[in-house]
């Protein structure tokens, strides 16, 4: 039987217009390692009607993969340096282990659903990311000065094919994204799974009422890390400014929230940050302008 609270939740938000509603929600690669915490987040997902997508992560299962495999693990601030090696890797972990493994449950949860990496379809094209300039942390929590890196096969998306997602949308078919894309050249890139949830959100928004959902480990942006309680309810551009600069959002949580702002500004009806089994809208921090 599905979760009436997820289906009047999310059903009550949507606009008055006359578009059809859409909701993206992106899993990241904790939650994708935990499988109590998945089969939640896939029971609650199955359980929203119409249209929907799911992005995922898995960088986690990826520096296991890697580490079997003698491959080392390399990360600058917060992010996958991707060379030749870890993007065989990422690619196999990210479009096939991961994405294929959630696409049977859903398939077993009466969701008829398709697994994409970029490339399918060409529903994501992006450009390889030049190296830039990137302020490390020193050993007394400063900054250094920026230091130059290449982060390698990496993909700043370029553009979303909305038509080609929305002919499976129409057709009832849920499309399930891996974070990988491509550049038209026949080069796979490695992409953060955030930005593209946020730019396949943003690029659906002309033709849908869209609900962006954001889940992760925690029950939304909290004031204090420790303290699951402290749930920041809404955050506007103005607070996420002054929450950054007095520390309250830190760490990866800043690039979640700017993608999540830059979604709103971009037309995409409702961004909410939450916890994997509380995507019924009525939890986490909502992101408006």
Do not use: W
């Amino acid at each position: 039987m599905r979760d009436k609270r997820v289906e009047n939740s999310v059903a009550a938000e949507s606009s008055t217009d006359c578009k059809e509603r859409l909701v993206v929600v992106k899993v990241g690669g904790a939650i994708v390692e935990d499988e109590a915490r998945l089969s939640a987040l896939l029971s609650a997902f199955s359980a929203i009607e119409g249209r929907k997508v799911l992005v995922h992560g898995g960088g986690r299962r990826a520096t296991k993969v890697a580490a079997a495999l003698g491959i080392d693990t390399r990360m600058v601030g917060g992010r996958r340096v991707t060379d030749a090696d870890m993007l065989e890797v990422v690619t196999m972990v990210y479009g096939g282990l991961v994405n294929k493994n959630i696409v049977a449950r859903l398939q077993a949860s009466g969701i008829d659903a398709i697994g994409l990496t970029g490339a399918d379809m060409d529903v994501i094209r992006s450009h390889r990311r030049p190296p830039v300039e990137v302020a490390l942390p020193a050993a007394d929590g400063s900054h250094s000065e920026p230091t130059v890196v290449d982060y390698g096969f990496v993909g700043d998306v370029d553009k979303v094919n909305a038509d080609a997602l929305a002919t499976l949308l129409d057709a009832g078919i849920t499309p399930v994204l891996a974070p990988l894309t491509h550049d038209g050249r026949g080069n796979i890139l490695n992409t953060n799974a955030d930005t593209i949830a946020a730019t396949a959100a943003k690029a659906l928004a002309a033709r849908y009422d869209v609900t962006l959902i954001y889940t992760f480990e925690k029950a939304g942006v909290l004031r204090d890390p420790d303290d699951d309680s402290s749930v920041i309810p809404t955050i506007t551009r103005s607070d996420f400014q002054r929450y950054v600069a007095d520390g309250t959002i830190a760490g990866g949580m800043i690039p979640k929230v700017e993608n999540a702002l830059s979604a709103v500004d971009a037309g995409v009806a409702r961004v909410i940050i939450t916890r994997a089994n509380a995507i019924d809208g009525r939890h986490g921090t909502v992101i408006s302008k």
